[in-house]
């Protein structure tokens, strides 16, 4: 149990247009679900944390108006960037939990985003 | 700034080994404690955790950790390595309460077990 799909697994667009990325909580009710960038050979870096039916937290540097975050179900979160550029080329991962700061979370295979 | 600390980025060890890998974290208050890892070709999945009660747990496939409040420390342990064990390793705290989470990962320890 406990599986989160992404979609796409990878996308590749023109600068200037708008790309959106599905992270899907397949078995179970996600209250939170995160959404990570990773640069390559670097960590996860914290974009923002979404509740069901709330406004996304974002971290500190991360464009609200960029990156929109909807997460208007228990299994279903978005992530739209933006008038994409080059530098937003990363590879984005979602995770969801069930909530509160002590539970899992189950992460999914991540989307590769390049802009051409 | 909340902080975590991996200060192995790479660790090489023969099969049989025994391994120990470094967390350390900045935040001083009510910490959950995290150690996820991912295996090559996989996604990032949860060893163990830990967030109140006895600071030895126990976690999948034989990992071990130990919460040291005092040393702001949370290390992996493992009496014996296996090549199948060969992934990365990440630490993760979450500060929160409620409806709001702080999030912070390490940076990540590649472990490589030679058979």
């Known amino acids: 149990g406990a599986v989160v799909s992404q979609h796409p697994s990878w996308v590749i667009c023109k600068s200037g247009t708008s790309v959106k990325i599905e992270c899907r909580s397949l078995d179970f009710q996600a209250t939170t679900m995160f959404w990570y960038r990773q640069f390559p050979k670097q960590s996860l870096m914290l974009m923002a944390t979404?509740?069901?039916?709330?406004?996304?937290?974002?971290e500190q540097g991360v464009e609200k108006d960029k990156f929109l975050i909807n997460h208007a179900s228990l299994t279903l979160s978005t992530l739209t960037v933006t008038s994409a550029h080059p530098e937003d080329s990363s590879f984005y991962i979602c995770?969801?939990?069930?909530?509160?700061?002590?539970?899992?979370?189950?992460f999914g295979p991540g989307t590769r985003l390049l802009v051409l | 700034a909340q902080s975590v600390s991996q200060h192995n980025h790479h660790v090489i060890l023969s099969e049989a080994a025994s391994l120990e890998l470094g967390c350390n974290y900045s935040?001083?208050?009510?910490?959950?404690l995290f150690w996820y890892v991912q295996y090559p070709g996989q996604h990032l999945q949860l060893l163990l955790k830990?967030?109140?009660?006895?600071?030895l747990v126990k976690g999948i496939k034989g990992f071990e950790a130990e919460f040291i409040k005092s040393k702001f420390s949370f290390n992996l342990r493992k009496p014996s390595v296996q090549w199948s064990d060969t992934a990365e390793y990440f630490c993760?705290?979450?500060?929160?309460?409620?409806?709001?989470?702080?999030?912070?990962f390490g940076t990540g320890t590649k472990l490589q077990v030679i058979p």
């Open positions: 979404s509740n069901e039916g709330s406004k996304a937290t974002y």
């Open positions: 993760a705290v979450n500060r929160g309460a409620g409806g709001y989470q702080k999030v912070t």
């Open positions: 830990y967030f109140s009660g006895d600071p």
């Open positions: 995770s969801a939990s069930r909530g509160g700061a002590r539970e899992t979370q189950y």
């Open positions: 935040y001083g208050g009510t910490v959950n």
